[in-house]
């Protein structure tokens, strides 16, 4: 029905306008809408819907980069048209996803996780539907015994290493996190969950060191490769020599998901005591010369790529004496 469109929703619409993630189709209608509408001038009934349908389409195109924006725009929808179960339905949803955003806390599969607040809107809603390491758990929970000793480089908020522990209760397990930020995300998710494992503020290199890392806004995407777009910040972490860490642990699982890192680590390394990798590749970082050498080096140390269950960049690899893949 007709309604007034203030001040504060002009701001809102002129917001939208500067936003780099907005098609040039919808800018075209936020632009007719604010040319056909004043602030003081009640609108009629085909310049609302059109107001409300416009409005709704920027939230839904905007929602995966920026749930806060999303949300305010729905929420102008679902002013003008209170009635509409698409708008109810979203708006419901968007205040799911704030409240999990400004509490950092949601439940994957029975496991309970904290992570720094208002992280962006994909992390976010991978968090809350569930999606989040999704196919790396499930390759996990398929591969590793009783009698695995797991390494993990890239433990995030510690998923993977609470839903390993939880679902298989391997013999021992490892995890290394470059960003000092996320270890008391880790320790507080493992008493949340009552599991214990070990870890460790550090990165694993050719020598000991200290290393600059950086952390971008998501912490999935932190990394010891500089981006390049987008904001970071520049923190110095230690390094230590990955070949006395896999000989002191002689571990028989890898689950690696270091943004790129995974091209330096696995140069020149011992896998001997190794029989299953879980390893995320990034080729949106790597060139395809590094890629194929990871390839390579895991081929020549008499690994096969199990390509049934492997993901499109979530790998399984497994050694050739073990007599089927898991």
Not at 164 to 187: D, F, K
Not at 196 to 214: C, G, K, M, R
Request: hydrophobic share 45%.
């Amino acid at each position: 029905m007709p309604g007034d469109l203030n001040r504060e929703d002009i701001a809102l619409l002129n917001r939208v306008l500067e936003y780099e993630g907005l098609n040039s189709a919808l800018a075209l209608q936020i632009q007719k809408v604010l040319i056909d509408v004043d602030t003081d001038v009640s609108l009629s009934m085909s310049a609302t819907n059109h107001l409300v349908n416009t409005v709704r389409d920027v939230a839904v195109c905007l929602e995966r980069q920026d749930i806060v924006l999303a949300a305010y725009l729905m929420n102008l929808a679902l002013r003008f048209r209170p009635e509409g179960p698409f708008l109810q339905q979203k708006v419901s949803e968007y205040q799911h996803f704030l409240l999990a955003a400004d509490q950092g806390r949601c439940t994957i599969n029975g496991t309970v996780l904290t992570f720094p607040p208002y992280p962006p809107a994909a992390l976010l809603r991978s968090l809350l539907d569930g999606s989040y390491e999704g196919k790396e758990a499930e390759l996990a929970i398929s591969a590793i015994d009783r009698d695995d000793r797991v390494l993990e480089l890239g433990a995030g908020v510690g998923f993977m290493g609470i839903t390993v522990m939880r679902c298989c209760e391997p013999a021992h397990y490892v995890a290394y996190e470059a960003n000092p930020e996320l270890l008391s995300y880790i320790q507080h998710n493992q008493k949340l969950n009552n599991i214990s494992f070990d870890i460790h503020n550090a990165v694993l290199l050719e020598e000991e060191s200290t290393q600059p890392f950086y952390v971008t806004p998501a912490f999935w995407g932190s990394s010891l490769l500089q981006p390049k777009e987008g904001g970071y910040q520049q923190v110095e972490v230690p390094a230590l020599n990955k070949h006395l860490v896999m000989a002191e642990l002689l571990p028989t699982v890898l689950i690696i998901d270091i943004e790129g890192g995974e091209s330096a680590f696995f140069e020149g390394l011992n896998l001997n005591s190794v029989m299953k990798i879980i390893v995320e590749i990034h080729p949106q970082i790597l060139t395809d010369s590094e890629l194929t050498a990871i390839y390579k080096t895991l081929i020549d140390a008499g690994f096969l790529l199990d390509f049934k269950v492997s993901g499109r960049q979530e790998l399984f690899w497994y050694r050739r004496d073990i007599k089927e893949a898991v």
